[in-house]
């Protein structure tokens, strides 16, 4: 089984970053894909970036141009730095763990942007 563990949330103000870090532990795939998910409140849980095991990477409309999601195999470190943040941004981020045999979560990191 992986085990997820999410960090870097806060509080910050419009305008302002932060950078969200997701660290894995356990057997960790070469050929799994991370990605980064969030949930505000009365919303559904929604794709915010995904980094395939190739470095590939996808963006929610919502957030290209300001988030970049990367990875460090060798730590087994999954990133979310997040610019420009804007009030709607504000929400649980969630990671998430996916190989050909099973997908994990992490138990979230709260967000919230001030205006």
């Known amino acids: 089984q992986v085990g997820l563990v999410e960090s870097g949330g806060g509080m910050v103000q419009a305008g302002g970053s932060l950078r969200l870090s997701c660290a894995a532990s356990g057997t960790i795939l070469s050929s799994s894909a991370m990605s980064w998910y969030r949930q505000a409140p009365g919303k559904r849980r929604e794709l915010v970036a995904l980094i395939s095991s190739g470095g590939s990477t996808n963006y929610a409309d919502s957030v290209k141009g300001r988030f970049t999601i990367s990875r460090d195999n060798a730590k087994n470190m999954v990133y979310l730095q997040m610019n420009i943040l804007k009030p709607e941004d504000t929400a649980i981020y969630y990671c998430?763990?996916?190989?050909?045999?099973?997908?994990?979560w992490g138990q979230g990191t709260q967000v919230t942007v001030a205006s």
């Open positions: 998430k763990y996916i190989d050909a045999f099973q997908s994990t």
